[in-house]
């Protein structure tokens, strides 16, 4: 098995037993009334088209539809897509199932895209198909367009239950109530995250983090918010 078919099915399994947010995340939301709309204009109001790659459920679609955003949302996991269409019945052809494999020419629903928001997914590809990833994206937002998108970083304690594997994975095998296997692409510095997201021109680089359980650790992600520029 492929690693991103390995990663696909583990996803395919937790969405079956419940897995998924139901309210969108503070970093979500500051991304939006900090950056979009305080910094950038870019609230809703005139229907700008958004792209929610890996959108799960759904969560973070709704807030910005509730913004005024036309949304969109792929993800490969098919259980998730279904609780999507069900949601959004009005509107169910907005969301897709894809192939977890990126192709440089794929092309969702045939838009431009004003935002494209990449929340905790493009950590689970290789070097190269993040990097095919990127260009397909980059490729589907307007100029001037903002790409939102999350890393995990090694203060992650993920890290810590992680070995090297190939292409940049690392695979993550966890016990206890998080009881899975996954292969995760880290970002090491600030550095590692410009360089991995070099064909769009930075706006804010930050991270998120949070502990619930002291055994458990950091949950820390870099935070990038970039335009592209032609």
Not at 17 to 37: A, D, M, S
Not at 111 to 131: C, G, K, M, R, W
């Amino acid at each position: 098995m492929d690693y991103w078919q390995q990663n696909a099915a583990h996803h395919d399994q937790a969405f079956k037993q419940g897995y998924g947010i139901h309210y969108p995340e503070g970093h979500i939301i500051r991304v939006y009334e900090r950056i979009l709309k305080y910094e950038l204009g870019i609230d809703g109001s005139k229907g700008e088209k958004l792209l929610d790659f890996g959108c799960g459920n759904a969560t973070h679609s709704s807030f910005f539809r509730s913004k005024g955003f036309d949304i969109y949302g792929v993800d490969a996991d098919a259980t998730a897509i279904r609780r999507c269409r069900e949601s959004f019945p009005e509107i169910s052809g907005h969301f897709e199932v894809i192939d977890p494999k990126p192709l440089l020419e794929r092309k969702f629903f045939g838009h431009t895209y004003d935002v494209i928001l990449a929340n905790q997914v493009l950590y689970y590809f290789s070097n190269p198909d993040l990097e095919a990833c990127l260009r397909s994206l980059h490729s589907q937002l307007r100029t001037d367009g903002v790409f939102i998108a999350s890393m995990m970083g090694p203060q992650h304690y993920f890290y810590r239950h992680s070995e090297e594997a190939s292409e940049g994975l690392r695979r993550v095998s966890l016990s206890g109530r998080t009881k899975a296997i996954s292969l995760i692409n880290f970002t090491y510095s600030k550095e590692d995250l410009l360089e991995k997201f070099r064909l769009f021109k930075p706006i804010s680089i930050g991270y998120y983090d949070f502990q619930i359980r002291e055994e458990e650790g950091s949950s820390f992600h870099y935070l990038f918010v970039g335009r592209k520029e032609s």
